[in-house]
């Protein structure tokens, strides 16, 4: 990854710099989201050992048979939990399915209003690496949602508090080997955006992830150890009026055909469901003075999203 294109920014000048690196590290956030969507983050609190063996888990589960995988895929869940079979997603307005496999895991608790996640008894070790992981990456994206709250001119709770309770998804990808003879519109990950407010993306195990710029280039972003990257969803764009992009994003096949697989993690943060989207006035006003998009819940447009990528039917 080049600098000169993604900003880095050090996670430890905004919980701990003086008030010019806290200052800066806002500037240089919010202005990232702005021009490309998209930034690199180094020194998070996300610990590399919980990464490593959430990885190891998910290696383990995804290499079981089909049949043992399928037992915990429950298609009433519409894919929020558990396993999803590769070919069941597709990108928005995309003809093929992508070529992955993936688990989510949401909120662990008793209350009722939240699905209840999947474990794979194949994998004893898989419950606590995931949920770990879920707990560090959910509380890193708070303090990334409380720096984009004040690049916005907003109070510094309001995005973070919009987050509490949301129906935030860790999802745990799989990309098979690629064979030389699949369809030529079958890619790992079709061109897309992310349905949410932001995500936070652990260092994938292989190269492959690329964003669109406004050149209509795709850019290659190299999975880096120790960097989260974090992009914009399309419920912070629609929120901001446009004002935060979400960024096309794909990832693409190797070249030639790989004959081995490729993990990634990404962290989708949601707000809850009833939390209104309708674009605020201040980023109205930034914008041209026009809303650009409808009123709208959250749920809303989760659901929305769902059936355009075939995971409700």
Same mark, same amino acid.
């Given at each position: ?31 990232? #989201? ?15 050992? %919980? ?23 429950? #298609? ?22 992508? $070529? ?43 303090? #990334? ?26 999802? %745990? ?47 290659? %972003? ?16 629609? $929120? ?61 447009? #989760? ?8 995971? %409700?039917?």
């Amino acid at each position: 990854m080049t600098s000169q294109v993604i900003s880095v920014l050090n996670f430890q000048d905004f919980v701990s710099g003086d008030r010019a690196q806290q200052s800066k590290f806002i500037q240089t956030l919010g202005q990232s #989201l702005e021009e490309i969507g998209f930034f690199a983050l180094i020194h998070h609190p996300v610990d590399p050992g %919980v990464i490593r063996a959430a990885y190891t888990s998910a290696a383990a589960f995804f290499s079981q048979s089909a049949a043992i995988k399928q037992q915990y895929e429950q #298609l009433d869940l519409n894919g929020q939990r558990g396993f999803t079979r590769l070919g069941r997603e597709h990108a928005k307005d995309y003809p093929a399915p992508d $070529l992955k496999e993936f688990w989510h895991v949401g909120r662990e608790g008793n209350d009722s209003a939240y699905l209840p996640n999947l474990w794979p008894k194949e994998v004893p070790a898989f419950r606590s690496a995931l949920t770990q992981l879920y707990d560090q990456l959910e509380a890193c994206a708070a303090v #990334l949602l409380e720096a984009c709250a004040l690049y916005l001119g907003q109070p510094r709770p309001w995005l973070r508090e919009m987050a509490i309770g949301g129906d935030t998804i860790l999802r %745990v990808i799989h990309y098979p080997p690629v064979a030389a003879d699949i369809p030529q519109a079958s890619l790992r990950a079709a061109p897309h955006e992310d349905i949410n407010l932001i995500t936070l993306l652990c260092e994938a195990t292989e190269p492959g992830l690329e964003l669109l710029q406004r050149d209509g280039q795709w850019l290659p %972003v190299p999975a880096v150890p120790g960097q989260i990257i974090v992009d914009t969803g399309d419920m912070l764009q629609q $929120l901001t009026n446009g004002l935060l992009k979400s960024t096309t994003h794909r990832v693409n096949n190797p070249e030639p055909a790989a004959y081995s697989s490729r993990f990634s993690m990404p962290f989708f943060v949601h707000p809850r469901r009833e939390v209104d989207l309708t674009p605020i006035a201040d980023c109205i006003s930034r914008t041209g003075g026009q809303a650009k998009f409808p009123a709208m819940t959250a749920g809303e447009y #989760l659901y929305q999203r769902l059936r355009e990528i075939g995971l %409700v039917d």
